[in-house]
């Protein structure tokens, strides 16, 4: 297909060619509803043939069905290329210094209008082209560890990146930022919570909910936040920093181990799970809210210790759930379990002789809670004792992501079930906490009018 019309094809390929308008044209489109003012974009080679997209002047992309295109009006054409500019990173003697280990997802990324996808692109340059005020907080060098997104990290990169920062504390850096894909990012903290231990200084993993090329993008400030965390705060812990309330007012440092990210596509998506966030940042000023976390030092002294068993699953308990579902884990030579169970921490009893048996073959199995807020409590009904007899061991309140990371860590550690439980039931990072606070569970349900007088003065 000639690129004059990338992507296009049937009655979409037919309208334009009518128009003599194309891609990358500056266009007034009429249709049956209105009129749309816009640049005419490439599609998707895997999209459908019915519609137009055009890239309106608020930045924002519109699909426009063919069929409703009553003229297209071309102003003229201006080929854009997504590349994002590139300036040398300015070097003040002043400055701390920043490492700025990047993963991939949206914090850094470009468009690919092959697929219509966003994909990673990362260097110094293009960083600083985008964001110059983070020049104004540093001296910051980056390297590209690995350019994929979330859903494809695992073991192999958790271990790669806490080894990366092992190397540059050891290099004497102020503080380090890792840039991480948002779906996934709550794992790696954990996993870096467990294979980073003793920091002197700041870990902060952020990323994005909107790309860089959308008006209502989260990138510049996440970064901003971020890298102002690294180079300036005394909070030495492996964090997630990401936007906190809906506005762009400041951003929030979770926990490493308490964070979870609760929606698809806010970007007030992460909160702290029964418990309060360890600060506010904003490009001013870091607000701590809490005074128990681990402070900045000067020395550097860190301990790495990456080995991880990967033969561990996690299990999302549902009703009518068979036996099968554990037996295969057990068949195919899984080292470790962890249950998301129902309520207090209960499963059905057709499931008790293949826990029972996973348990006999020398299986690891933990209870964690699917309510997510909460501790598992076993001994409150005969159901969770039954379990408890069968080998499943109460995982307190750690959020079942972090069990199931954890889990991996300790028996990477050793094979010996005893000394597994020890490091599972012994707190690291606050993934356990010996209560939950009064505001560590807020949930407002809308719609009441007290609760719509309350947001009404924060929701912009």
């Known amino acids: 297909m000639n690129d004059s019309y990338k992507g296009y094809r049937g009655e979409s390929l037919d309208v334009l060619k009518n128009f003599s308008a194309l891609v990358w044209s500056d266009v007034e489109i009429e249709?049956?509803?209105?009129?749309?003012?816009?640049?005419?974009?490439?599609?998707?080679?895997?999209?459908?043939?019915?519609?137009?997209?055009?890239?309106?002047?608020?930045?924002?992309?519109?699909?426009?069905?063919?069929k409703r295109v009553k003229n297209i009006k071309v102003e003229g054409r201006k080929e854009a290329h997504y590349k994002i500019p590139e300036k040398e990173f300015p070097y003040d003697p002043v400055k701390p210094k920043v490492k700025l280990l990047g993963t991939g997802g949206t914090i850094a990324s470009r468009l690919d209008y092959r697929t219509g996808a966003v994909i990673p692109a990362f260097t110094p340059g293009e960083l600083y082209g985008s964001v110059p005020e983070l020049a104004d907080i540093c001296n910051l060098e980056t390297e590209k560890l690995y350019g994929v997104f979330s859903e494809n990290m695992g073991p192999e990169q958790w271990i790669g990146t806490a080894l990366a920062i092992?190397?540059?504390?050891?290099?004497?850096?102020?503080?380090?930022v890792v840039g991480?894909?948002?779906?996934?990012?709550?794992?790696?903290?954990?996993?870096?919570?467990?294979?980073?231990?003793?920091?002197?200084?700041?870990?902060?993993?952020?990323?994005?909910?909107?790309?860089?090329?959308r008006p209502s993008s989260d990138a510049a400030l996440n970064l901003m936040h971020s890298v102002k965390t690294a180079a300036e705060s005394d909070i030495a812990e492996v964090m997630v920093c990401m936007f906190g309330p809906t506005s762009d007012e400041y951003g929030l440092l979770h926990q490493g181990t308490r964070v979870r990210k609760m929606h698809s596509s806010y970007r007030s998506t992460f909160r702290t799970i029964g418990d309060i966030p360890i600060a506010m940042v904003s490009r001013e000023k870091i607000t701590p809210l809490r005074t128990d976390y681990r402070k900045r030092r000067k020395d550097k002294n860190v301990i790495i210790n990456t080995a991880f068993e990967e033969m561990v699953s996690i299990v999302y308990y549902y009703p009518n759930m068979k036996p099968d579902i554990?037996?295969?884990?057990?068949?195919?030579?899984?080292?470790?379990?962890?249950?998301?169970?129902?309520?207090?921490?209960?499963v059905n009893k057709p499931l008790y002789p293949a826990l029972k048996r996973a348990s006999d073959k020398g299986i690891a199995i933990y209870m964690t809670v699917q309510t997510l807020w909460g501790y598992v409590q076993m001994y409150v009904y005969d159901t969770g004792r039954d379990i408890m007899d069968l080998g499943v061991v109460p995982a307190a309140n750690m959020l079942p992501e972090v069990a199931y990371i954890k889990l991996g860590w300790a028996l990477g550690q050793t094979n010996d079930l005893e000394e597994v439980k020890k490091i599972m039931l012994t707190p690291i990072a606050r993934e356990i906490t010996e209560r939950e606070p009064s505001n560590g569970y807020l949930i407002y349900q809308g719609g009441l009018p007290e609760v719509e007088e309350f947001i009404s003065k924060y929701w912009k």
């Not at 092992?166 to 380090?176: A, D």
């Not at 899984?334 to 207090?344: C, E, M, N, P």
Request: charged residues 15%; aromatic residues 4%; proline residues 4%.
């Open 31 to 66: 249709t049956d509803s209105g009129v749309f003012k816009g640049i005419i974009l490439p599609r998707s080679e895997t999209a459908d043939p019915h519609h137009i997209v055009l890239k309106l002047r608020s930045g924002y992309n519109v699909g426009i069905a063919a």
């Open 166 to 176: 092992g190397r540059e504390i050891e290099k004497g850096v102020q503080g380090i």
């Open 180 to 213: 991480h894909g948002t779906d996934t990012m709550h794992h790696t903290a954990a996993a870096l919570s467990f294979m980073v231990q003793n920091s002197p200084i700041p870990i902060v993993m952020v990323g994005s909910q909107r790309s860089s090329d």
């Open 326 to 346: 554990i037996d295969s884990l057990t068949d195919n030579g899984y080292k470790g379990i962890v249950i998301a169970g129902t309520g207090l921490g209960h």
